[in-house]
């Protein structure tokens, strides 16, 4: 079997913070991360647009607006059920890096340019950490420090 073709859930990385937190990083946290913030993020501009422009500005395409909204809040969900079955495959985790690479790079470049608000840049770093995360993880599972694939989770 081809060990990169399920990445385990539990291969654990602590981190330790500039402030002495230890952070747990595994495919399980980062999924439930990423799974909560793209289902909060997705959801907002469905249930009140009003809301979401008071604090991001105003838009001129409320559809691509609710559009992009519907893709991050799938994404979440998919996310969240991989994080409680404690496994993934490899094209999940590459969704949730790119996703974020292209988040990030997004609201980097049109805040900069101020096509869109500042707080853009916000999420950006919130991506980033996501990066970050992913990026440990998925350099410690190339090398080879992951251990053997999981059981076979619960059916849904």
């Known amino acids: 079997m081809n060990p990169m073709a399920t990445l385990p859930a539990n291969d654990e990385h602590i981190v330790r913070t500039p402030w002495g937190w230890k952070l747990p990083v ?13 289902l909060l993020t997705g959801l907002w501009p469905l249930l009140s647009l009003d809301t979401f422009e008071k604090i991001t500005g105003p838009k001129t395409d409320d559809w691509l607006v609710k559009t992009v909204g519907v893709l991050v809040l799938v994404e979440g969900v998919a996310f969240l059920i991989a994080a409680w079955r404690r496994q993934t ?42 990066i970050l995360g992913w ?16 059981a076979v989770p619960p059916r849904l």
């Open 89 to 130: 495959a490899v094209e999940l985790a590459i969704l949730a890096l790119g996703s974020a690479l292209g988040l990030a790079f997004i609201d980097v470049t049109y805040s900069a340019s101020r096509v869109i608000s500042l707080v853009y840049l916000l999420d950006a770093l919130l991506e980033l950490v996501l």
């Open 26 to 38: 595994t495919f399980t946290s980062l999924f439930a991360v990423q799974g909560v913030y793209y």
């Open 135 to 150: 990026g440990r993880v998925l350099l410690m599972h190339g090398r080879g420090h992951a251990a053997s694939p999981p």
